[in-house]
């Protein structure tokens, strides 16, 4: 009895994942609508406001990912090298094969290769995901005997360390005005940080630099599945609506705002890549916008019990390819969206004026999504070989 509770199939998280997995391909839609030019581009005003909508609304998938393993996996649910084993075949082998693919067809090989000593293919950036999953995989044994014997009250504690966490980098922002952006050796754009807390010039490693980022996604996993209980829609929708609408003011107009003050109000507004990253700033995984939004989808998903035909004919094959999907999208997203694009127009120009940029961002999104669920599903039935390319 207790191995089938145990395994038991949790009908939202299915539902999650599809959906957390369509909007992994919805934010990369968005893209190429501030993305440009010297590395940040953004031709209209109307641009700026489908991208703060089309581009918050998602931006939680990540987080969920996150949460949606953690209710599964955590605590463990057998020895640590039992959970290595299984991970590695379900989650680095594919990692490995999609990664060689990515180095292989997008940049210059030999090059793509000496890096991968030492990071992920940038220009597969998404893969980054990988990378911090396995850093959580890594810790979740040394955790899974706390979180065996956590009380509700000890487990709020953290989590409220946390979510305080989540206002650092606004904190930052606002204490430090808007920082110039410095280069590291690689190249990729950083806050000049302003220090708080213990941080230093030499040294990073302050007060909340422990209980930051990821790691309270997964405390959220494990909150939901220990302490929260079935809830009625009344209640669900009484708490979920307002923390998701709240936490998506906080990106949605962080971003819109950040863009307005670079642009004086008048467009197009471009610079370098940095730029991007300082207007991307409040919807950050990190950020207390991006959290209270993945609360209020967790706390709707699971009120998510349906599994009829559709259910198990669609919906779950989709869930159980997501994380190969993951990994491979990019592939047919890059190539669909530019195509769409150069169909479309771009802007105020475009066949359809104000509404090119949402027509274009949505059926990019929904048209990758389609093709590359198929294209998975498909794979991970090869015998054999099919799973160990998917996961």
Not at 169 to 181: D, F, H, N, Y
Request: charged share 15%; proline share 5%; aromatic share 18%.
């Amino acid at each position: 009895m207790e191995n089938k509770k145990e395994f038991k199939r949790e009908v939202w998280v299915d539902w999650l994942r599809v959906v957390a997995c369509f909007f992994v391909m919805m934010t990369h839609c968005c893209e190429p609508f501030y993305l440009g030019g010297e590395g940040s581009l953004i031709l209209t005003l109307s641009d700026s406001i489908w991208v703060s909508i089309f581009n918050t609304l998602p931006r939680a998938c990540v987080a969920l990912f996150v949460i949606a393993s953690s209710y599964l996996q955590f605590p463990l649910h057998y020895s640590a090298g039992e959970f290595f084993r299984k991970r590695a075949m379900r989650v680095l082998i594919p990692f490995v094969f999609w990664t060689l693919v990515y180095a292989l067809v997008w940049g210059e090989p030999v090059g793509n290769f000496k890096d991968l000593l030492f990071n992920f293919n940038y220009a597969a950036g998404h893969l980054w995901f990988v990378y911090m999953l396995v850093g959580l995989y890594l810790i979740m044994p040394l955790l899974s005997p706390w979180a065996e014997k956590v009380t509700k009250r000890e487990l709020q504690f953290y989590l409220a360390i946390w979510l305080f966490t989540t206002l650092i980098p606004l904190i930052r922002q606002w204490v430090g005005g808007l920082a110039p952006v410095m280069y590291g050796p690689s190249g990729i754009p950083n806050f000049a940080k302003y220090p708080l807390w213990g941080e230093a010039s030499w040294n990073t490693f302050g007060t909340f630099y422990y209980l930051s980022g990821f790691i309270g996604y997964l405390l959220l996993g494990l909150y939901f599945r220990k302490f929260v209980g079935e809830m009625s829609w009344k209640k669900t929708l009484c708490i979920a609506i307002p923390v998701f609408v709240g936490g998506f003011a906080i990106c949605s107009g962080g971003f819109f705002y950040n863009v307005w003050i670079d642009a004086n109000g008048v467009f197009p507004v471009e610079g370098a890549v940095g730029l991007a990253a300082l207007w991307e700033g409040p919807w950050m995984n990190d950020t207390i916008g991006v959290a209270m939004m993945a609360i209020g989808w967790i706390l709707l998903f699971r009120k998510i019990t349906g599994s009829g035909q559709f259910y198990k004919k669609v919906l779950l094959p989709i869930s159980t390819a997501s994380y190969g999907m993951y990994l491979c999208h990019m592939l047919v997203l890059g190539y669909l969206s530019a195509w769409i694009r150069t169909w479309l127009g771009r802007g105020l120009d475009g066949e359809l004026g104000v509404w090119t940029t949402p027509v274009e961002i949505l059926s990019s999104a929904v048209l990758s999504f389609v093709i590359v669920a198929i294209l998975s599903i498909f794979i991970r039935r090869i015998p054999k070989v099919g799973k160990w390319i998917i996961g």
